[in-house]
Antibody, heavy 116, light 110 residues
Framework: EVQLVESGGGLVQPGRSMKLSCAAS????????MAWVRQAPTKGLEWVAT????????YYRDSVKGRFTISRDNAKSTLYLQMNSLRSEDTATYYC?????????WGQGVMVTVSS | DIVLTQSPALAVSLGQRATISCRAS??????????MHWYQQKPGEQPKLLIY???NLASGIPVRFSGSGSGTDFTLTINPVQADDIATYYC?????????FGSGTKLEIK
């Protein structure tokens, strides 16, 4: 059974940093691209970033480019999202997803609140 | 960016057909694939993949869900609608970056 379990969320002040993790199991992690998708409270879904199966390629939406870094450790079957210079508009539930070019499995999500 | 337009809400009677549409601001099809996908999200839950590449049923999804379309116009059909289908439905394109989602259609019971 495919499982994606996020951790690392919480309350953070504007301008500070936070790192999310996603532990994957139930499939060969190193064979799949992975992504982060977020959802602000009462809003729709928004793609954040994607990383290729081997970590050699990364892609970001413009609003997080230069502030967020997606990475992976295939030996640990873990996906990461390093978020720097956080803004109030980054407040959202962040989902870890497996991405063959659609999002076929999703974690339960982790809430990130950016507020002073 | 490719903008995906969905109606905000749809009210349908139980046992009837629900048709949810998604229109893209430019084609999301290639010569081989229609790169439009559909998700269901219930309150307090993560989204679930229903349909990929416009018409392929995802694993474990009931056959009363189906998808169709190409180019810029796509449809998700639920037939017959059951009470458990009350949710918000999102379309998503992977034709080009940034990956974009529609704003969601909330399915309600009439």
């Amino acid at each position: 059974e495919v499982q994606l379990v996020e951790s690392g969320g919480g309350l953070v002040q504007p301008g500070r940093s936070m790192k999310l993790s996603c532990a994957a199991s139930g499939f060969t992690f190193s064979n799949y691209g992975m992504a982060w998708v977020r959802q602000a409270p009462t809003k729709g879904l928004e793609w954040v970033a994607t990383i290729s199966y081997d970590g050699s390629s990364t892609y970001y939406r413009d609003s997080v480019k230069g502030r967020f870094t997606i990475s992976r450790d295939n030996a640990k079957s873990t996906l990461y999202l390093q978020m720097n210079s956080l803004r109030s508009e980054d407040t959202a539930t962040y989902y870890c997803t497996r991405e063959p070019h659609y999002f076929d499995y999703w974690g339960q999500g982790v809430m990130v609140t950016v507020s002073s | 960016d490719i903008v995906l337009t969905q109606s905000p809400a749809l009210a349908v009677s139980l046992g009837q057909r629900a048709t949810i549409s998604c229109r893209a601001s430019q084609s999301v099809s290639t010569s081989s694939y229609n790169l439009m996908h559909w998700y269901q999200q219930k309150p307090g839950e993560q989204p679930k993949l229903l349909i990929y590449d416009a018409s392929n049923l995802a694993s474990g999804i009931p056959v009363r869900f189906s998808g169709s379309g190409s180019g810029t116009d796509f449809t998700l059909t639920i037939n017959p609608v059951q009470a458990d289908d009350i949710a918000t439905y999102y379309c998503q394109q992977s034709r080009e970056l940034p990956i974009t989602f529609g704003s969601g259609t909330k399915l309600e019971i009439k």
